[in-house]
């Protein structure tokens, strides 16, 4: 299952990535849309029973009510996993992602390029250069999860 609002295009983006990647391997992804981060306990109790495993993108909306989607999570045993590495850190299981540190990086080498005079129109669309892998075990075992071995071996950031 996944919450997001489908008026912030990072977010349509990162939905389409998602059916991309998971309707081609049989996972069936259930979308619940919210306008306000006030809809986001609705949409994650919604989801109670319709799946196995709830992912948030890079949603704003979805972030700002993060503790409502932690909290139904923990209470129905739905591992909770984020595209926001700093979602981690409020309860989510674990994620894979640049930080905004690093996404800022990025922008900021954009920046002086076209500050020194490159046309903005030939500069080439740029992802992230560094993903992280954060896991918070506290929250796994709030979720009723346990995380292989293999996982924690190659996280850069384990919360106790």
Do not use: W
């Not at 990072?10 to 996972?27: A, T, V, Y």
């Not at 990086?105 to 500069?123: H, N, S």
Request: glycine residues 10%; charged residues 20%.
């Amino acid at each position: 299952g996944t919450i997001y609002n489908p008026g912030e295009p990072n977010s349509e983006i990162q939905i389409e990535i998602l059916h991309d990647k998971c309707d081609p391997m049989g996972i069936l992804i259930i979308e619940r849309d919210v306008a306000t981060s006030a809809e986001t306990l609705a949409a994650a109790q919604s989801l109670v029973g319709q799946c196995d495993v709830i992912y948030i993108v890079t949603c704003n909306t979805a972030v700002a009510g993060l503790a409502s989607i932690v909290g139904v999570c923990e209470e129905n045993d739905i591992p909770l996993f984020t595209a926001d590495v700093t979602s981690v850190e409020e309860g989510a299981v674990a994620a894979y992602g640049p930080t905004y540190y690093m996404m800022g990086e990025t922008a900021g080498r954009i920046a002086a390029q076209i500050l020194e005079g490159a046309d903005p129109g030939e500069i080439p669309v740029v992802g992230a250069e560094e993903l992280l892998l954060v896991v918070n075990l506290g929250a796994a075992d709030l979720m009723g999860v346990e995380i292989p071995q293999s996982v924690l071996d190659r996280a850069d950031t384990i919360i106790e």
